[in-house]
């Protein structure tokens, strides 16, 4: 079974640039989270879809951070413009309905905004 | 709101040493308790787990208890190896919902 796919797995940009990421999830998977890492602390919940709709938003900046996951399978976001702070691991996650104790974690996007 | 609190790291160990990471939590009611583990370069993954008081989680010679009475969920190894090296996160969560994480605790083992 394929895991969770992210693509960049590394990005450097410029603050005020824009950047995204891509997720996709395992096959079936009808939850999908976005989390940011920043070093040295724990993964915080930045936004949880359940299909295409948005279950949790409460923690995203939603000024300058947005997602979309238009037909229930992979998701993107974006952060427009980037801020110096935004420099984390951005994590992909997907659960099956039902199971959003057990989450099946992608490789990560590591953002370095200079 | 809930929260959880690691053992601040880094943890070095000698090869077969005994391993404990302490965790603490603070939620309403009764909560899940996670412990993760991110391996080098890989994405963090579940490494056991446990839904109610007394309950143990045990997985690849690691567990931990749910202690109620303490609120705690520490994590326990009788003898680690170098492969245990990695991050490890505790986390909790309230009736299914989102995963609150520790702040992680960085394990190296040295042969």
């Known amino acids: 079974e394929a895991g969770v796919a992210q693509s960049p797995r590394y990005k450097i940009i410029e603050k005020r640039q824009s950047v995204a990421f891509w997720c996709n999830p395992i096959s079936g998977h009808a939850t999908l989270y976005w989390y940011q890492q920043i070093l040295g602390q724990g993964p915080k919940l930045l936004i949880q879809?359940?299909?295409?709709?948005?279950?949790?938003d409460s923690q995203l900046p939603k000024d300058r951070f947005s997602a979309e996951r238009l037909k229930g399978v992979d998701s993107t976001l974006k952060i427009q413009p980037a801020k110096l702070e935004d420099s984390a691991v951005y994590l992909c996650?997907?659960?099956?309905?039902?199971?959003?104790?057990?989450?099946?974690f992608g490789p990560g996007t590591r953002l370095l905004v200079l | 709101g809930d929260s959880v609190t690691q053992m601040e790291g880094p943890v070095t160990l000698s090869e077969e040493a005994f391993l404990t990471i302490n965790c603490t939590y603070t939620a309403t009611g009764y909560p899940s308790l996670f412990w993760y583990v991110q391996y080098p370069g890989e994405g963090l993954q579940l490494l056991l787990k446990a839904t109610k008081a007394d309950d143990k989680g045990s997985n690849k010679g690691f567990e931990a208890t749910y202690r109620k009475e303490t609120t705690s969920f520490h994590l326990e190894k009788g003898s680690v190896q170098v492969s245990d090296s990695a991050v490890y996160f505790c986390a909790n969560s309230w009736g299914a919902q989102k995963l609150v994480f520790g702040q992680g605790t960085r394990l190296t083992i040295n042969p």
């Open positions: 879809f359940q299909n295409n709709g948005v279950v949790d």
């Open positions: 996650a997907s659960s099956l309905p039902g199971a959003q104790e057990t989450q099946y």
